[in-house]
């Protein structure tokens, strides 16, 4: 079972899949969760670890079908050349988690979030076709549509802000083209597109289609990331690059606390990990929270070079929030409704966690870090994987601990191109697909001939203008469940 943060009414695992939110306002999380058996997982491949994370947390699916999703999805075509590589170096490695069809992390979950939701339709026995509504910062949008575009019957709407996603991400998701998918350029930025999204939940009431998110607030989300940090850890340990303690760290570029909360949750299967590093951007929302127990959201947005962390209201640290407050519902619900008011809220249980280590890095620290990483150990870092390179190097020098980590690597750089160009002193070219060739070039790294694909695609935008988008929004979803209804 999973509870709401705010009221800890529980609800089935598939419910709370279905769901998204709570209907309190709240997310779900595990009630308890126990630990995992590690011990006959070490020469696993990555689906067979990933069918035993998924096991575990989704205990009211039938474990046949669960096991058919998750080895369709991770050893398919659509990770290439497979879903997770963990490259050492000296102290540290870089998971690679950007090897899935639009080159960053949320792949991981995205691709299989819709055979999940489909399955826990059929537990509940709902027949009625899904709507997914997102906000996305760029790489959440690409990956929902990617995952989606099998379910015709489904629809899909994306919202960006036409401020922050990069040239390739806004190609990548104009280019999805399908009656049932939808992607619209907001003029603002990604808090924005949010809270027209959130109102949207708030105020359609449809009854022949479901209501979904592909945003990370949804538990379904969650699970599937927390594979990685189980295949991680069981990679590390047998090619021996734990010390005596076998303990591990992870450095996770953070903005919604989705990817690192799963590494939180795979400590409480029973990874040893001893830090977990967050790694904030200019953004450093939660850097100071972790610091201080701060947590302010009245400041403005910086539109940054990793705008996949260009994120104040990190949605997913409420689940955390629940656990430092021993699961008080009514503390998490009042300290939320503060946080709403009063824009700020202060937390001195903050200070007794000893399992996260927090800081940031500016811009010219993330362009230094991809300069002197591509001279040091010819890799390309995209700019999110830089800052937490970055307060990787910054943990180092602070604390000296020697434990191995993982350094999460979010995106390809060939994603960001302009910015690694920039970092690199490479210059930029008349046109994306020059630029990205010359950067090929000059790394001598190979690039994904799925990226070649979508650059011979023409950017289509749709804008829609941020006062107009719930009236105009609410009116085509509408006219989309009238429709379910005399198709049914
Ligand atoms: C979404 C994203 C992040 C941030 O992950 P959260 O789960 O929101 O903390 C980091 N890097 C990249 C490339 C992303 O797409």
Redo the contacts with the bound molecule.
């Keep these: 079972m999973v509870k709401s943060t705010r009221t800890g009414k529980k609800t089935t695992i598939s419910k709370a899949i279905l769901d998204g939110l709570a209907q309190d306002g709240g997310l779900y999380v595990f009630e308890n969760i126990k630990q995992l058996n590690l011990s006959h997982l070490n020469d696993k491949s990555y689906a067979e670890v990933a069918t035993k994370v998924f096991k575990h947390f989704l205990d009211e699916f039938d474990s046949k079908k669960v096991k058919n999703i998750v080895h369709q999805t991770y050893e398919s075509e659509l990770f290439k050349p497979s879903p997770v590589a963990l490259k050492f170096k000296d102290k540290f490695g870089y998971l690679n988690l ?1 090897n899935g069809e639009t080159f ?3 792949d991981m979950a995205l691709s299989v979030l819709p055979q999940l939701i489909e399955e826990a339709k059929n537990i509940n026995s709902i027949k009625q076709n899904n709507l997914v509504l997102t906000a996305t ?4 949008g690409s ?1 929902a549509l990617s995952g989606f575009k099998w379910l015709k019957d489904d629809h899909v709407f994306v919202l960006y802000p036409t401020i922050g996603v990069s040239q390739f991400q806004e190609l990548q998701m104009t280019s999805f083209s399908s009656d049932n998918l939808h992607v619209f350029a907001i003029d603002g930025n990604f808090d924005e597109c949010q809270t027209i999204v959130k109102k949207l939940f708030n105020e359609l009431k449809t009854t022949h289609i479901q209501l979904t998110s592909a945003n ?1 607030i949804n538990i379904g989300r969650i699970i599937p ?1 927390v594979a990685y940090y189980v295949y991680a850890y069981l990679k590390a340990l047998k090619a021996n690059k734990l010390k005596d303690k076998k303990q591990i760290n992870f450095c ?11 590494g939180y949750l795979a400590k409480k299967l029973g990874v040893p990990i001893h830090k977990l590093l967050i790694a904030s951007n200019q953004n450093d929302v939660l850097d100071e929270f972790f610091k201080t127990g701060q947590y302010t959201i009245n400041r403005s947005l910086v539109k940054t070079m ?1 705008p ?2 260009d ?1 104040i209201i ?1 949605s ?1 640290l409420e689940r955390y929030l629940y656990d430092i407050l021993d699961g008080n519902t009514a503390k998490v619900k009042s300290l939320m409704t503060k946080l709403q008011n009063d824009k700020s809220i202060q937390l001195k249980e903050i200070k007794n966690d000893t399992t996260f280590y927090s800081n940031s890095a500016t811009e010219k620290e993330t362009l230094k870090t991809i300069r002197q990483t591509f001279s040091n150990e010819k890799e390309l870092l ?1 700019p ?2 830089a ?1 937490a390179k970055t307060v990787y190097n910054k943990y180092l020098k602070e604390t000296n601990d020697d434990t191995f980590t993982v350094i ?1 690597s ?2 390809s750089p060939f ?1 960001f191109s302009d910015v690694v160009m920039r970092a690199l002193g490479i210059e930029k070219k008349e046109t994306l697909k020059e630029s990205i060739q010359s950067l090929a070039n000059y790394s001598k790294m190979s690039v994904d001939s799925r990226i070649w694909d979508i650059l011979k695609n023409k950017t289509t935008k749709t804008p829609l203008e941020k006062s107009d988008a719930v009236t105009y929004l609410k009116k085509v979803i509408g006219d989309i469940d009238e429709n379910q209804s005399s198709r049914n």
């Design positions: 950007y960053a992390f949320k910062s760029g790489d959440t990956a990370s990331q996770v570029p953070t903005g919604n606390f989705g990817n690192i909360y799963a990793s996949s962390m994120i990190s997913n995209d999110h994987t800052v999460v979010t995106a994603k």
